[in-house]
T-cell receptor, first 112, second 116 residues
């Protein structure tokens, strides 16, 4: 069964810390992996998409890495800010145009 | 102003009633999706449509129905057969094609349905 797991479910850090969010998937034959941000009561915003042939993607203070052999992806957030507080979800796609399989998300709180 | 519009934002339903959630997009995206989100859980796929006049069941289609008569619109009906419909419903679109951004999903703001 293809499953995506995110640990921890919640994380609280002081402002300025660098942090890592984890995503693991059971079937390593992925097509791509996406990271999303969700603010309370809102829709999802796409942050980064990593194709299966890529090792990492960067956007500003965000860096996502992909290790297919171990079935893992990490989202690194540098110099965290209170505005980064949100739930972060990863989702895996197994074929072109295929459906996404989502993890449960990590709720991040960055304290001033 | 391009994007996805979901309406209503909040909806209350009595047991036994059917309700329809609207999803309209002006992004000219080919594919459209409906997801359900429950507290502490990831998103689960209800239905999706790759092209007009065609749609497929997702993982939890029972008790739901959809139509795709126009490219811009993908309404979701929550029927009385859905036993636990209280949830947050999210509509998403995907451009289609094979270029690098073709698989990036864009989400609407969501509709929260509460059964009284």
């Amino acid at each position: 069964k293809q499953e995506v797991t995110q640990i921890p479910a919640a994380l609280s850090v002081p402002e300025g810390e660098n942090l890592v969010l984890n995503c693991s998937f059971t079937d390593s034959a992925i097509y791509n992996l996406q990271w999303f941000r969700q603010d309370p009561g809102k829709g999802l915003t796409s942050l980064l998409l990593i194709q299966s042939s890529q090792r990492e993607q960067t956007s500003g203070r965000l860096n996502a890495s992909l290790d297919k052999s171990s079935g893992r992806s990490t989202l690194y957030i540098a110099a965290s800010q209170p505005g980064d507080s949100a739930t972060y979800l990863c989702a895996v796609c197994y074929n072109q145009g295929g459906k996404l399989i989502f993890g449960q998300g990590t709720e991040l709180s960055v304290k001033p | 102003d391009g994007g996805i519009t979901q309406s209503p934002k909040y909806l209350f339903r009595k047991e036994g009633q059917n309700v329809t959630l609207s999803c309209e997009q002006n992004l000219n995206h080919d594919a459209m999706y409906w997801y359900r989100q429950d507290p502490g859980q990831g998103l689960r796929l209800i239905y999706y449509s790759q092209i007009v006049n065609d749609f497929q069941k997702g993982d939890i289609a029972e008790g739901y129905s959809v139509s795709r008569e126009k490219k811009e619109s993908f309404p979701l009906t929550v029927t009385s057969a859905q036993k636990n419909p209280t949830a947050f419903y999210l509509c998403a679109t995907r451009p289609g094609g094979t270029y690098s951004g073709a698989n990036v999903l864009t989400f609407g703001a969501g509709s929260r349905l509460t059964v009284l």
